[in-house]
Structure formats: C-alpha cells, structure tokens
C-alpha cells in the first residue's frame, strides 16, 4: 500500500522524477562501449594513423591522423571517431549504434585513402604510405561495435551472407575507384597484378579442389565407416595421425613419391603430376581433409535417430534408398560442418603450398618475409584472411538454413 | 589386458623417440637411402635434441599463457558482470578461427620482429580459441541442480568458482587444451619461416636442400611428440572426468 502514489499529490514533481529517471537511463553506460572507448582514445592519441617510408623496405615514421589529412579532413574524421565513440560508450538504440559503427569504418577507409594521396610526395614512386596501428586499431575497435550490435540484431541467415556481399562490393568499390592507389600494399599489387591474379585462382583451386577430392573419397569412407563398425576405428587412427604431421612436412614428404609416380608411371607426368609444385599440394591438402570429411559423416550418420530408420525399414525401403531418402539428409548439417571446417582449413593451409612451388597467395608471404617487405606479406595474407573468412560466413549460412528446414520440415 | 595393448605401443614410441633424439646416428642406416649425393643424413646445424626442447618450450610458453587468458575471459563472461559479453565473445571466438596460421604469423613480425615472438604470438592467438570455447561450454552447462545446492549452503560466488564450477568443468577445460597442443606442436614448425628455433628448422633445411632424410626426422618427431602429448593429456582428462563423474563428450 505504501509504494502506491500519493492520490491527489504533486504531479509536477512527479512528471520531474520521470524525467531524471528517462535521464539516468539514456546516460547508462554500455559495458563493451567502454572498452571500445578506451581503445579509440589510445589509437587516437597515442598510436600513429598511417606510416611514411622513403622506400619499401627502410623503417618509416609516423603520421598521426592531423598531420596525415589535409586540414579540413583530420579535424572532420576526428569528430566522426569521437562521435562514433560516444554512441558506443552509452546504451543507445542499436540501430543508431549499427549506423555509427558503419560511418566510422566507412569514413576511415575513405581516409587512409586521402592520407596516401596526402602524404605522397609528387611525382615520387618510391615513397610508400601505408596504414599505421592506429588505423588498425580503430578499425578492430568499430568492427567490434559493428559484430555486437550484429550479433545481437540475430541476423537471419540470408541477411548475415547479405551483408557479407554489401561488404565485399564496397571494398571492391573502393579498389576500382583507385582511391586506395597510393597506398603501399596497392602499390606492391600495381607491379604484380598480373601474377596476383594467376597466385590467387591458383589459391583457390588448390583449397576448392582438396575439398571436392576429399568430398567425393571421403563421403563413401564415411558411409563405409558408419556401416562396418570394424573399419571405423582403425580407419579415423590413421587419419588422425595424418592430422599430426606438420604440414610443411607432410608437404615435402609428398614431393618423393610423387617425383617417383612421374618419372615410372606412363602419362603421370603428362598430367601434370610432377615432384614439386601444385601435385604435392593438392595430395597434402586432400589428406588433411579427409578425417573433417570423414569424422562428420560418421558421426552425423550415427545421430540419426533409430525411429527414423525403423520406420523407413516398415515402409519397405532398400537399404539404398534408406541412405539417400532418409539417412543421408538428416546427417546433411553435420557433414556439412565438415566440410565448412575443411574449406576454411584448407584456404589457410594453401599459403604453404609456396613453400614447395605450388604456388598460391603464400608466393607473397613467403616473399615479402624473405625481403622483409611487410605490404608484400599483407598483399598475400590479407585476401587470404578475406576468403577464409567469407567461406565461413557462407557455410555457417547454410548449415543453418540446411538445419533449420530440416527442423521446420520434421515439425 | 586391454591396457596393455594400449600402453605398449606408446612405450614403444617413447623409447624410439627417446632414442633418436640421443642418438640419432643409430638411425643413419635407415634413412640413409632418402638422401642422394652423400648428403648429410642427420640434421647437422644443431642438436635435434636442443632443437625438440625449444620446440616444447615454444608451445609450453604460448599454451600456459592461452590458458590464463582464455580461462580468465570465460570465467568473465559467464558471470553477472561480464554476460553482455558473452554473444559478442562467441561471435569473435569464431571470426578468430578463420585465421590462417601462416597469416598470423606473417603479421605479427613487423610488431615485433623476427624469431621467437611473433611464433608465440601466433600460438598464443591460436591456442586462445579452443580452450575458451570449451572452458565457455564447461562453464554454462554446468548442471543446475549442483550449483543451487552450492548456493543454498551459503557459498559466495568466489568459492562457487573455485570449488565447484571449476572442477566441474576441468576436464572439458581439459580437452579444450589438449586441441590447443595439438595444433601448437604443429603450427610451431612453421615459425621457423620467420626465424624461431623450432624443429620446422630440421623440415625447411630439408626443403631447401633437397634433403628427404631432413623433412622425414623433423615431420616424425614433431607427429610422435603430438600422438604422445594428446594421449597423455587424454589420460588426465579422463581420469579427472571419472573423478567429477561427468564423463568427456566432447572429441
């Protein structure tokens, strides 16, 4: 009785209370806003924005983001970072966050831009302007704030892969436009366009073709697994001991049979099975994904519920349509997380088939370590990263839709 | 008797492995006809013992360091104050997966430049992963009756942790771990592309010179300390999973 308003009292003083309180509440702080707070403030003030070399390989100096923007345009991104930041650090709505997040990469990415163009000198082709730490530090911190308030919208599948794409065609955007051009990393891609290209189709291949071998050996093995339970164990030991072996080892343990197989088997050669270069590779890659490939059909196989099974049997299915009609969909999920685990392994591990000539987006790692010019290691490690990462998001899509309908369906 | 089948092969294991990296001359014969030209056939730029150590050393360093860190974060996130976290923590754990080793690796150089740190950084950031996600899923499917019985006999929150949701989830925690080894005994051979003193020296040299015999000896020791380190890891897990009577489900 006693919480309940006075009857009759003082409205006005009310309505105030109400007020403060609307107040108190627009100003509460948001946990991860601080912490992203903190990180902006420390790139903004204490780390530099983009770094000056007279060269490719000298140690550069740094630039911070007013000394690297014409006059206008420093003060300008200043105010979109600490504005930005302030959305972030209080509890606001989350579609005001999501624009915040997207103007804040959004304008840095436009930026670094002008600073390259800024800060090059003219006329000189030897200078390279890249991205310092702070730059990279204020991009982890808004694509923080960017995945929260993502991962909080619970985006359906179609729209996380929908935002990939609107993702990927502003960064492409952005390189076509040439507003990156006098940046370092762009500039190490201008003199090797060509074999950029020819490196990553090359990349691709390798990690897709690995997979496509590794999907078709591997699917049977993994039925053959789930139905002999004698084969099972022996078969996943031995390819979990394959998964040991280091890969630049097993990438050059490869490089002797295969040289054999090309000099004594008749056309090996001719296919272009050879000792070193992409043949090595391809076998390497496809034996680390076997065990994803096969581990996972066995076990999604294996969680197909028996009732499922028995009343397939009552309908007098064969054993045969049992697998494809009824078996097969219901593990589809799981054997496609292993095929999502292999895709993402693979294009990771393909950098190292440069270490044997199989070429591949590694070609410029391995380079750029041996020169020790960090824009060539970034133009091999960056669109690696790229793809590992979309393969991921695009996967992780359709498992979901694949598991979902299934469930809507068994609904 | 079913143990002992079990455990003979792995004596084995470590009696040859043992073996080799004492007296790798022993060896000579065997691996003689991998080389050609009269090619060195043992490692001969350092003692692959040495090398083995700072191999272990390597991964022990990153994976004592991956642990505090990812144990801290999910004990963080899975309490009152940090549970806003705890969406955001799982969609950066997978995000983090998708980076290649190789990529990491590259990377971390020009911060901190050539040898072993930007390996224990790579390994770091990769062992961080597994060990946070399964101490994450330790930790929230924790059975419910358990930790109302430790709040209705008055424990505060702290002894909560330490007493029972820790040693509950031990040995998911465990295995959470044991994968974090595993792929750091094998990403640590790749840091000798930036100059760290792993046995991927052995590997690489063989590379470059043609050497099967060098590819060989390296590949084998680093898988053969794997298979041993991931038994033995599984042992503990086990053992700890039968005493916390909650059996291992996860690989």
Not at chain 2, 82 to 89: T, V
Request: proline share 5%; hydrophobic share 55%.
């Amino acid at each position: 009785m006693s919480d309940l308003p006075p009857c009759g009292g003082d409205v006005r003083q009310d309505r105030g209370g109400r007020l403060a309180q609307t107040l108190l509440m627009t100003l509460r702080f948001d946990k991860l806003g601080v912490v992203i707070a903190i990180i902006t403030a420390y790139a903004v003030l204490l780390a530099p924005f983009a770094t000056f070399r007279a060269n490719r390989i000298v140690p550069g100096s740094a630039r911070s983001i007013l000394e690297a923007l014409p006059a206008a345009l420093g003060p300008l991104l200043l105010a979109i970072i600490v504005g930005a930041t302030i959305i972030a650090l209080f509890k606001t709505p989350l579609l005001l966050r999501l624009a915040a997040g997207v103007v804040a990469l959004a304008s840095l990415a436009l930026m670094i831009g002008v600073a390259g163009t800024f800060l090059t000198p003219a006329g000189n082709t030897f200078a390279r302007i890249s991205p310092a730490s702070g730059f990279w530090i204020l991009i982890f911190a808004f694509t923080l704030l960017l995945a929260d308030v993502l991962t909080r919208l619970d985006l359906s599948p179609l729209a996380r892969v929908g935002v990939l794409v609107v993702a990927a065609v502003a960064v492409g955007l952005l390189l076509v436009s040439g507003s990156w051009n006098d940046l370092s990393i762009l500039k190490e891609y201008a003199n090797r366009a060509d074999s950029f290209w020819a490196e990553g189709s090359k990349h691709v291949t390798l990690a897709l073709g690995s997979l496509l071998a590794a999907a078709i050996i591997g699917l049977p093995l993994g039925i053959l697994c789930h139905r002999v339970e004698r084969l099972r164990a022996s078969v996943l030991n031995v390819l979990n001991i394959i998964q040991t072996v280091p890969s630049i080892a097993l990438f050059g343990l490869l490089i002797a049979p295969l040289g054999w197989i090309a000099s004594h088997v008749p056309g090996a050669a001719a296919l272009g099975i050879r000792g070193i270069g992409t043949a090595p590779a391809f076998v390497a890659l496809f034996l680390y994904s076997l065990l994803p490939v096969v581990a996972n059909t066995v076990v999604g196989l294996a969680g197909v519920p028996r009732a499922a099974n028995d009343a397939a049997r009552g309908m007098g299915m064969t054993d045969r349509q049992r697998l494809f009609g009824v078996e097969f969909p219901l593990a589809f999920p799981v054997i496609l997380t292993g095929i999502r685990i292999v895709l993402v392994q693979n294009i990771g591990l393909a950098t190292i088939a440069a270490l044997i000539g199989g070429g591949g987006f590694g070609v410029f790692v391995f380079q750029g370590v041996g020169q020790t010019a960090m824009d060539l290691v970034l133009l091999g490690a960056v669109p690696t990263v790229a793809l590992a990462f979309a393969a991921a998001i695009i996967l992780d899509a359709v498992i979901e839709m694949t598991a979902t309908k299934r469930r809507v369906q068994t609904a | 008797m079913k143990t002992w089948a079990g455990v003979l092969p792995r004596l084995v294991l470590i009696a040859l492995l043992v073996a080799f990296l004492t007296n790798p001359n022993w060896f000579e014969p065997l691996l003689k006809p991998l080389t050609e030209n009269n090619a060195p056939v043992i490692y001969n730029q350092g003692s692959l013992l040495t090398l083995t150590l700072l191999h272990l050393r390597t991964v022990l360093i990153a994976t004592v360091a991956a642990t505090i860190v990812a144990l801290a974060l999910a004990i963080l996130v899975t309490r009152p104050v940090g549970a806003e976290f705890l969406p955001l923590s799982r969609s950066l754990v997978n995000i983090g997966q998708t980076f290649p080793p190789v990529a990491v690796l590259a990377l971390a150089v020009p911060a901190v430049g050539f040898g072993e740190k930007p390996t224990l950084i790579a390994l770091f950031l990769y062992g961080l992963l597994p060990i946070f996600e399964n101490a994450l899923t330790g930790l929230t499917t924790l059975p419910a009756n358990i930790v109302e019985a430790a709040r209705g006999a008055g424990m505060t929150g702290w002894q909560r942790l330490i007493k029972v949701e820790l040693p509950l989830s031990a040995p998911i925690i465990l295995g959470g771990i044991r994968l974090s080894v595993v792929i750091g005994l094998a990403t640590a051979t790749i840091g000798s592309t930036v100059a760290a003193r792993t046995l991927g020296e052995v590997i690489i040299a063989g590379l470059l010179s043609n050497n099967l015999a060098f590819i060989l000896q390296g590949g084998l020791i680093v898988a053969a300390l794997a298979v041993l380190i991931y038994d033995g890891l599984s042992a503990i897990e086990h053992y700890t999973a039968r005493r916390m009577g909650r059996e291992a489900d996860g690989g």
